[in-house]
Every structure is written in structure tokens, then in C-alpha cells.
T-cell receptor, first 117, second 113 residues
Framework: GAGVSQSPRYKVAKRGQDVALRCDPI?????LFWYQQALGQGPEFLTY????????KSGLPSDRFFAERPEGSVSTLKIQRTQQEDSAVYLC???????????????FGQGTRLTVV | AQSVSQHNHHVILSEAASLELGCNYS??????LFWYVQYPGQHLQLLLK??????LVKGIKGFEAEFIKSKFSFNLRKPSVQWSDTAEYFC???????????FGSGTRLSIRP
């Protein structure tokens, strides 16, 4: 597609429920990022993939958060046993270059708004 | 720790006023800096980026930013704003060896018609 696509756009989950958020990056993009954006805040880094390898997961807030990109394309962010503090917009971004390459930018999807009730 | 700071949380201007949004970063070494914009209901879009070379960077829609290394700043400017510039603006930065782009907390810009 023309851009980064995320689904669903909106998700309401009951506390304790597991959720899975999908990201389709721009075709051929090597790098994929997940960010969490709370209301009124800037995006906070969660994790980074270069192709299928998860090179940085330092931003994942707890072991309830898990991300994968098994074939180096589509990625899924899974949140287990959701809590109210998980309510946020989850942004996916992709980039054509890998780590260490300058002169690159990240292209963002529209995000998934997760509301935990 | 690496960080990006935006000084203004909410800026309100009248149309045709000049704009300057502050951004400071704490990186050492070679930095890559960005300004992203998020219009209501839309995704983050790149306004402009700085990697090297001319410290005055021109972006889309008449925006520009100046990289001042001695001040660790990358302020965004526009000489004359329009109502359609109403949006959230994010400054962000990384280094060439980093695996993540770090964002500031954002500045909400409201333009009075």
C-alpha cells in the first residue's frame, strides 16, 4: 500500500483481556517501530525491528507487552491482561533503512486507539 | 539520557502571525533531528529533517528550522501562519547509530481565523 496501515483503528478491551494490534509497514521497509502515545504526550518508544529481528525492546513497559515480526513484514503488538494504564494510541512506523544509516525518516501509521475499561 | 524537550505546551496565534516553536535536545555527537506534524484525526507527517550540512532546513508548507549546535536547539519557524496550520507539532531526534527516534512532548498550535 501507499503508507503504513494499522488495524484496528479503535479497540475497546475489558480489563484483563488480551489484545493484538497489527501493523502493515510500507513494502520493502527494513525498519519497523512501535510507539505508545498517551493523551497529551509525545510518542514513547516501545520496540524496534530490523527485518524479523527485534533489536531493541527497551521501551516495552512490562512483560505483558510482546511484539513480533516473524517474516520481516507485518508486525503484531500483543498486550496480555490489559490494564487501564495501557489505554493509549499505539503507533507503528517504518523506515527504508536499517540502524546505523543516517538520512532516513520514519513513516507513521494512523495508530490504534486502545481504551481499556 | 538522550532527550528532546519542547518548551511550549500550547501556542495560540492569529492568522498571519509569525511562529517559533522551541526544541532542545540532549544528544552528544552526530544528531539527526526532525519536526513532525499531526493534523486533527491524521497520522504523524514529516515537516522537515536535519542530518548534516546547512543548519537552516526548509520543509513543507513554508516551515523551516535552524540547527544551532552550541545551543542544542532546533527551533521551528514560519513567517506567517494560516488557520490550516492548527495541529500538534513534535520535535524528535536520533543518532545515526540509534535504533529509536525520541520525541518531545509536543506543542499544540491553535490559529485564530
Amino acid at each position: 500500500g501507499a503508507g503504513v496501515s494499522q488495524s484496528p483503528r479503535y479497540k475497546v478491551a475489558k480489563r484483563g483481556q488480551d489484545v493484538a494490534l497489527r501493523c502493515d509497514p510500507i513494502s520493502g521497509h527494513v525498519s519497523l517501530f512501535w510507539y505508545q502515545q498517551a493523551l497529551g504526550q509525545g510518542p514513547e518508544f516501545l520496540t524496534y525491528f530490523q527485518n524479523e529481528a527485534q533489536l531493541d525492546k527497551s521501551g516495552l513497559p512490562s512483560d505483558r507487552f510482546f511484539a513480533e515480526r516473524p517474516e520481516g513484514s507485518v508486525s503484531t503488538l500483543k498486550i496480555q491482561r490489559t490494564q487501564q494504564e495501557d489505554s493509549a494510541v499505539y503507533l507503528c512506523a517504518s523506515s527504508p533503512a536499517g540502524v546505523g544509516h543516517s538520512n532516513t525518516e520514519a513513516f507513521f501509521g494512523q495508530g490504534t486507539r486502545l481504551t481499556v475499561v | 539520557a538522550q532527550s528532546v524537550s519542547q518548551h511550549n505546551h500550547h501556542v495560540i496565534l492569529s492568522e498571519a502571525a509569525s511562529l517559533e516553536l522551541g526544541c532542545n535536545y540532549s544528544y552528544g555527537g552526530t544528531v539527526n533531528l526532525f519536526w513532525y506534524v499531526q493534523y486533527p484525526g491524521q497520522h504523524l507527517q514529516l515537516l522537515l529533517k536535519y542530518f548534516s550540512g546547512d543548519p537552516l532546513v526548509k520543509g513543507i508548507k513554508g516551515f523551516e528550522a535552524e540547527f544551532i549546535k552550541s545551543k542544542f536547539s532546533f527551533n521551528l519557524r514560519k513567517p506567517s501562519v494560516q488557520w490550516s496550520d492548527t495541529a500538534e507539532y513534535f520535535c524528535a531526534g536520533t543518532t545515526s547509530s540509534a535504533s529509536k527516534i525520541i520525541f518531545g512532548s509536543g506543542t499544540r498550535l491553535s490559529i485564530r481565523p
